[in-house]
């Protein structure tokens, strides 16, 4: 609907509204007129006009042209400012006060005498004492002090020592035994009598009775006999008339062995022949048998690191020293 608009005649006047920038031209234009100059505003932004379309973006007033040259007349930026943007104004930048200006020159001060600091040292460190001592002359000339050397004089007689350091030595558990029983006599003579030797000659024993270190898996560390060694297939025979008690052909322990019972000097005494060779005695249990009698042959069954006979001695059922045993009661 148009507006009516009075003149001085009186006369009513239609027309055309205006819109919200010419009104707020206008009004910028009335008060220049009037000499009173506007509030420089920042870029006003009007609300969208309705539309009939939604789907349309909202049209934003620009600054209108006798704003902006008022807001331009009114600030005047400086060389160190910059623009700020869409706001059309200007932001000042920071200026560089002392303080920065202090900390940059300590850094370089301090940088200058990490250097200097680092080059004394190393003139410190390479050249010699002696260079820094000098003396000046009468005449004024300085020279420089050669200090005597120091020097270590050595007698022509003198002898270089020999570092003395402690000797040990170290002994098994084996030579331990060897030195507690090894060092036994095991020598004897053949005999004739009653009671004999198990072998009519004599021959090397190499292991005796008592505790010793395990020579092979299941040898016993207590060895309850002695061991003869005339060599492999050489015959054995009986020490005394007797009862073959006990005979067994085995592959472990005693081997091929046989036990004959026998009467001496009223005591009940067994002897044992282990190690023969595999049905080399032709021994039955129950067989009597006489002094000096075939036994078997030396030999390496059961548990036995060589060939030699294993022979033991029990009275009354309780083994004893067979050497000691022999030596005591084997006689002509």
């Known amino acids: 609907m148009a507006d009516v608009e009075t003149g001085d005649a009186g006369q009513a006047e239609a027309r055309v509204p205006l819109t919200r920038r010419e009104t707020r031209e206008r009004e910028a234009a009335e008060l220049l007129a009037q000499g009173t100059p506007p509030v420089p505003p920042v870029a006003r932004i009007s609300a969208p006009e309705p539309i009939e379309n ?22 005047t930026p400086s060389k160190a400012a910059r623009p700020l943007g869409t706001s059309g104004g200007f932001a000042p930048v920071a200026k560089r006060g002392p303080r920065r200006f202090r900390e940059r020159a300590a850094g370089k001060l301090l940088s200058a005498a990490a250097m200097l600091f680092a080059g004394v040292l190393i003139i410190g460190m390479s050249v010699p004492a002696n260079a820094f001592m ?8 300085a020279v420089v002090q050669k200090l005597p050397t120091q ?7 003198a002898a270089e020592l020999t570092p003395t350091r402690d000797t040990f030595n170290v002994t098994s558990y084996a030579e331990q035994l060897k030195l507690k029983y090894g060092n036994r006599s095991y020598s004897f003579a ?22 010793r270190v395990s020579p092979c898996l299941g040898c016993s560390t207590f060895h309850k006999g002695v061991d003869f060694t005339p060599g492999a297939g050489a015959p054995i025979y009986a020490i005394a008339d007797g009862v073959v008690s006990y005979t067994q052909v085995s592959d472990s322990g005693l081997g091929n062995n046989v036990v004959i019972d026998h009467l001496i ?15 080399s005695s032709p021994l039955k249990t129950g067989t009597p048998i006489k002094v000096g009698d075939f036994v078997g ?4 069954t059961g548990s036995a690191t060589g ?26």
């Open 54 to 75: 939604e789907s349309q973006p909202p049209v934003v007033a620009p600054v209108s042209y006798p704003l902006r040259a008022q807001i331009a007349a009114n600030r």
């Open 134 to 141: 000098t003396s000046t002359t009468s005449a004024g000339t």
């Open 151 to 157: 020097s270590v004089a050595v007698a022509a007689t």
């Open 190 to 211: 053949a005999t004739t009598g009653a009671v004999r030797w198990p072998f009519p000659y004599a021959v090397t024993i190499t292991d005796g009775w008592g505790a």
């Open 265 to 279: 000097n009223g005591q009940r005494v067994q002897s044992v022949y282990a190690h023969m060779q595999m049905n």
């Open 297 to 300: 042959l030396v030999g390496q």
């Open 307 to 332: 060939p030699h006979l294993h022979f033991e001695i029990h009275l009354d059922g309780v083994a004893v020293d067979p050497f000691a045993w022999l030596t005591a009661n084997a006689v002509n």
